[in-house]
Structures are given as structure tokens and as C-alpha cells.
């Protein structure tokens, strides 16, 4: 695009300008803290590490601090001085090779010597990082990630099942077998054991903060659970520039690609930039006078490619595509100034490299069983997918009755069956559950007495709901939760709302009232009082989401011949060899691709349009599927 070679130029004079000041190098390959003077020749090798030479150093107006291409961080960066008008501090890239990288993703080196046998089947490993006060919330066994659990009394007891982990810093304790089974062998077919470092607060990994006059170009930031640039305080006057920011890491409403909420900057500009697989790829708060985005892109990113709500950043040249897919209509750009030239969103980009995010189907219906009759919806839009030759996902939640003929059909047309979830209690990393506030539970039942005890108060231990009523000793109750009379919270809600002096009923403040979840999942609790007010019986989700999974994974195997589900990992599942055969052709097909485009430029015009044909159907089968709604006013529940 043209565009592109006159915004090169531009920054060509920026480098030229900040070229009168000292130049300084950053190696993490050759570089070292303790020796390095800085030079080309003698670099040093972090930012924070022995000598803080970067993010506590000094630099003056015009400085540059090159980092070298081919080279990873798994540090944040943070400047420690602002440039000047006409003279910016830029940090910028040397040498040959992929773009110097910076990412919260700190690899243990997948080799039998780097684990060391705990007990039981424990293993632990140390995690090597340049964060300070880190923590980790993800740890990724090659493309999936597994299940934190609490430290407790320690992580040899924590540990139970496969792609369980524990982490006390720096160990990474995993599952695996006994003294004999290293998680190298544990794990081979995934290939990979990756923490995604962080730290309480959040981790920005390039973290601009009340500095001027600087120019950033020619970085990487992969896979982050926080912030991929993040500007804030009494920031301005900077330049963001052919920069990637990729978060690649699913937390929550994080992470965002690059953010600003600075103290109302006059002049921040992005430019040839690419945010994509964050939860916003570019998201702009708090107030400002001018943020500029051009010849810039946001795919594929959770909520939206372009959030701005401070109503000062215009875009333009911009393409933002296959942002919040998950719900129609998509919302590729929130709020932001349209400028020139921009990229319709119902066009398609031009893809190479496109297994580098490997995607098995373009969408995904979610909850099928989550309310009566989902069924139904889903089986009106099949000829949409058949008739061009593409799949979906249907993530399978038994909380009502299943059509388990229709879910039968879907399969054997080759659509993917998941495991999943019904209550919506996520689970979350709080080790201690038990009523701290913010409640990290949903609320299940509400239970009141209203007999002429006067006092009364109830008690779940174990599986056991107990009441103890004075003055009325006839009213005391005594239920295992886990009888099959009592054991969903249909069946309790109904049982308790059947016994005199007893008031009860679903609590509707939760995310979504669930009758077939079980009841053994209610949170323990201590003689609640349930006389003078009426009493929330909250959802353990430490172990409703287990229960619930295995539960799922098993209504499904049960009902769909032919489909096992060799592993499952919250919040869905991963399914058959036969899926998987056909992942495998697909990235296969387009491995071949990549090689042909490598080849020539002709070459790999026509291989990208190829590519680009893998997801031709994804605009007109969106379309379509509003219209359907439109006309037939039914809704998927979404999550």
C-alpha cells in the first residue's frame, strides 16, 4: 500500500533527528550487565536487571537505545527520561532478523533436567524472569492452558490431575507421574510448558509513565495478560511505530494491546501498528486532545479492535477485522474519529502467516442445553454452513434437556462437540472463597424461616444441610445434598419450598439461575441466620466447575456415540482424533502455502488470496445469520 512507503519516510526523519544524541545497545543473547559498556560491540543485556542500566538509567534529548532484532525480554520496559521538541528519546531496533521481542511468556526449557521430582506426582521447575514482585496466572502446556490451583498447606497437595499447576515463586509445580515420569514425558505431545509471568498490579510490558518526546518502532510484544503499552500520567508527545502488540493471552477484560489514560495529551500518534488477540487491540481513556491512528490494524481481538472514549482519537488507513466475534453485530471500532482511506470491516485482510493463529472453525454456538429449545435456533442456520462447506462449534451444556438427536446430526456432519461449563461460576484464582468481598461466588438459593421458632439458623458441613430451630425443634432439618432426592437445585429448591415454615427460591442476582447443577456444590457455611433476614446459599465454584466439566464430559460421551474426549480444559474441551486429524490437515495445507509465498512476490500475491479464500465465507454467513435473527427474533444465549 502506498500509504505505508510516505509514513516510512516520515519516520526515517524522526530516527535522522534523534541520531545526534548517544546511541546505546541492548543484547539479551550477547549482551551482559556486569561488563557491557552499552556499545554495538559491548552491549548491555536488560532493562531492570544487574545495573538497572535502562529503566533506571539516564538519557538526555536525542538519545537512541536499540534493541537487537532476533533477541526476547522477558522483562517489562520502562523509559526513565523524556526527550525534547525536535529531539526524542527512540528506542528503536539493530542488526538483522525478526523484530527484538519483549514478553510475559517465560519458557521452561522443555528438557528432562529442568524438572526436579516433588513426591507423589509433583514435579517443579524454576521460572526464570526479569519482573519484579511476579506472580503467574497462566501457565500454557503448548496450546492449552492448565488449571491453577491453591498453594494451601503446599503444592505437592494441591496437585491432582493432569494440567493442574501450582506456583510458588519461582517453582512452577506441575502434574505428572511418579519419580520415573518427568513432565517432559508427561506432556511431550503438547510440546511446551510456558508460564505467562505478571504481577499483582498488572504487568505493562513497555510502561510509559508522565515521560515526553519519545519514540518507540520496530518492537514485538507477545503474549501479555495486562498491558502491551500502556501510557499514563502526564505522557504526550509520542510516537508509537510498525509495533505488534499481541496479548494471545484470554484474561478476563484484559488484555489490551496498547492503552493510553494519560493526563490529556496533546499528540500521540500510532502508526503502522498491529494490535491484535487482546481483548481491545487499542483501547483509550480519561481525556486527551489528540490521539492519531494511521495505516494501523486490530484483528481478531475479544471486545474490539479500536475503543476509544475519549472522543479525540481518529483513525485513518485503518483496518480493524473479526474483533468481538462472538456476538452480532460485531463491534470492530467503539466510538474514535473516522478519517480517510480506512479498510471496510466487512472486508477480509489479506492473510500470510496464517498458522501462526490457527483457527479450527469460524464460529462458535455457545450453551446449547444452557435453556429449552437452543436446539432448534441452531438447526435453523445449518444449510448457511453446509452449503459453503464450513463447520461450527457447539459447546454442549446439559443444564435442561438435550435434543441429543440434533447434537448426533451436528457431529456426524463433521461440526465440533464441546464440553462446557452451564453455571457460569467461573472459577477464579482466590484461595479462600469463603465470603471475602468482592464475592467471588454466585449466589444459588434463597432461604428464609418463618415459623415461630425463635431462633433459627442454618449449616451446610460436607454434603449435609442442617437447620437448628429453638422453640420449634420439629423444624429442624437434616438433608444430604448428595441423595439423588436432593441432589440438583431443582430438586432442593422444590423439596425445601415444600416444607412448612420454609421460604425459598432461586436467587436471580447471579449470572444465570441453573436448576441442574448439583446441590454438594453449595458453599459450606456456619449457622447463618436465616430467622431474622433471609440467608444467600452461595456456589463453591473450587467445586462446581470440576464437577460440572466432568458431568458435561460425561452426558456427552454417554449420548454421542463415536466421541471421546481424551483431555478437557476449563472453560470447553478439546475432542476427537478425528478433529484432530483434520487440524492437522489444515495447518499442513497451509504450511505448503507459506513455502510457495516465500518464494516470489507473484507467488505470494496468489498464495495470499488463497489463504484469504480459508475464510471467505465468514462475512456473508455473519450476514446472514442477522438476517435470520432479525426475522425469526430468537437469540443464542451467550456467555
Not at 462447506?389 to 446439559?398: E, K, S
Request: with cysteine; net charge negative; charged share 15%.
Amino acid at each position: 500500500m502506498k500509504f505505508r512507503n510516505h509514513i516510512f519516510v516520515l519516520l526515517m526523519c524522526v530516527t535522522a533527528i534523534s541520531s545526534f544524541g548517544a546511541q546505546y545497545y541492548v543484547s539479551s543473547s550477547t549482551g551482559s550487565d556486569v561488563s557491557g559498556n552499552g556499545t554495538q560491540a559491548n552491549p548491555w543485556q536488560t532493562f531492570g536487571g544487574a545495573g538497572n542500566h535502562i529503566n533506571a538509567g539516564s538519557f538526555s534529548a536525542g538519545d537512541t537505545i536499540y534493541l537487537k532484532r532476533g533477541d526476547t525480554w522477558n522483562e517489562p520496559l520502562i523509559p526513565p527520561s523524556s526527550g525534547s521538541s525536535g529531539s526524542p528519546i527512540t528506542f528503536d531496533a539493530y542488526g538483522s532478523g525478526p523484530a527484538p521481542m519483549i514478553t510475559a511468556a517465560a519458557p521452561i526449557a522443555f528438557v528432562s533436567g529442568s524438572w526436579t521430582y516433588v513426591s507423589g506426582n509433583t514435579w517443579k521447575a524454576s521460572i526464570a524472569s526479569g519482573v519484579s514482585s511476579p506472580t503467574v496466572n497462566l501457565v500454557k502446556f503448548g496450546n492449552l492452558y492448565g488449571r491453577k490451583q491453591p498453594y494451601g498447606t503446599g503444592c505437592a497437595t494441591s496437585i491432582v490431575g493432569k494440567y493442574d499447576w501450582c506456583l510458588s515463586w519461582p517453582w512452577l509445580y506441575v502434574y505428572s507421574g511418579n519419580s520415573s515420569t518427568n513432565p517432559v514425558t508427561t506432556y511431550a505431545a503438547d510440546g511446551s510448558i510456558v508460564p505467562i509471568v505478571a504481577q499483582v498490579a498488572g504487568l505493562p510490558m513497555i510502561s510509559v509513565a508522565g515521560k515526553k518526546w519519545l519514540t518507540f518502532q520496530h518492537i514485538k510484544i507477545q503474549n501479555f495478560d495486562y498491558m502491551g503499552v500502556s501510557v499514563t500520567g502526564d505522557s504526550d508527545n509520542l510516537v508509537f511505530a510498525n509495533m505488534e502488540a499481541d496479548g494471545m493471552v484470554p484474561l478476563g477484560a484484559v488484555p489490551f494491546g496498547f492503552y493510553v489514560n494519560a493526563t490529556n495529551p496533546t499528540n500521540i500518534q500510532f502508526l503502522n501498528d498491529d494490535a491484535n488477540l487482546n481483548y481491545d487491540g487499542y483501547r483509550f481513556d480519561g481525556t486527551a486532545t489528540a490521539i492519531t491512528l494511521t495505516n494501523c490494524r486490530g484483528y481478531a481481538n475479544r471486545a474490539s479492535g479500536l475503543r476509544d472514549s475519549t472522543g479525540k482519537a481518529t483513525y485513518s488507513y485503518s483496518h480493524f477485522y473479526g474483533n468481538n466475534v462472538a456476538q452480532f453485530p460485531t463491534t470492530d471500532v467503539i466510538g474514535g474519529i473516522v478519517g480517510s482511506g480506512n479498510i471496510s470491516s466487512a472486508l477480509a485482510p489479506a492473510v500470510s502467516y496464517f498458522n501462526t493463529y490457527p483457527a479450527r472453525f469460524s464460529f462458535t454456538v455457545d450453551d446449547v442445553g444452557s435453556s429449552e429449545d437452543t436446539e432448534d435456533y441452531v438447526n435453523s442456520f445449518l444449510t448457511m454452513f453446509s452449503s459453503r462447506g464450513l463447520h461450527f462449534n457447539a459447546a454442549i451444556v446439559p443444564s435442561y434437556a438435550v435434543d441429543w438427536a440434533s447434537v448426533n446430526s451436528w457431529y456426524a456432519a463433521g461440526n465440533e462437540i464441546d464440553s462446557h461449563s452451564w453455571s457460569h461460576q467461573y472459577y477464579t484464582t482466590n484461595t479462600n472463597p469463603q465470603n471475602l468481598t468482592p464475592y467471588p461466588n454466585a449466589p444459588a438459593l434463597d432461604i428464609h424461616y418463618t415459623g415461630s421458632g425463635t431462633v433459627a439458623t442454618l449449616s451446610i458441613a460436607g454434603n449435609v444441610l442442617t437447620t437448628t430451630v429453638t422453640g420449634a425443634s420439629g423444624d429442624n432439618l437434616s438433608i444430604n445434598l448428595a441423595n439423588a432426592a436432593y441432589d440438583t437445585m431443582a430438586e432442593l429448591k422444590n423439596y425445601l419450598a415444600g416444607v412448612a415454615h420454609y421460604s425459598v427460591a432461586y436467587d436471580t442476582g447471579g449470572p444465570l439461575v441453573r436448576p441442574n447443577t448439583h446441590s454438594a456444590n453449595l458453599l459450606n457455611v456456619s449457622s447463618v441466620d436465616i430467622k431474622n433476614s433471609t440467608a444467600v446459599l452461595l456456589y463453591d465454584q473450587t467445586k462446581l466447575e470440576p464437577d460440572e466439566l466432568s458431568a458435561s464430559k460425561s452426558a456427552i460421551q454417554a449420548n454421542v456415540p463415536g466421541l471421546t474426549e481424551s483431555f478437557f480444559v476449563y472453560p470447553d474441551a478439546r475432542n476427537t482424533a478425528r478433529q484432530d486429524s483434520e487440524l492437522e490437515a489444515t495447518k499442513a495445507r497451509v504450511q505448503r502455502l507459506e513455502q510457495i509465498a516465500t518464494t516470489n512476490t507473484e507467488a505470494r500475491i496468489r498464495t495470499e488470496v488463497q489463504l484469504g479464500e480459508l475464510r471467505d465465507g465468514q462475512q456473508e454467513i455473519k450476514a446472514l445469520i442477522q438476517a435470520h435473527d432479525s426475522s425469526s427474533k430468537k437469540t443464542v444465549v451467550k456467555k
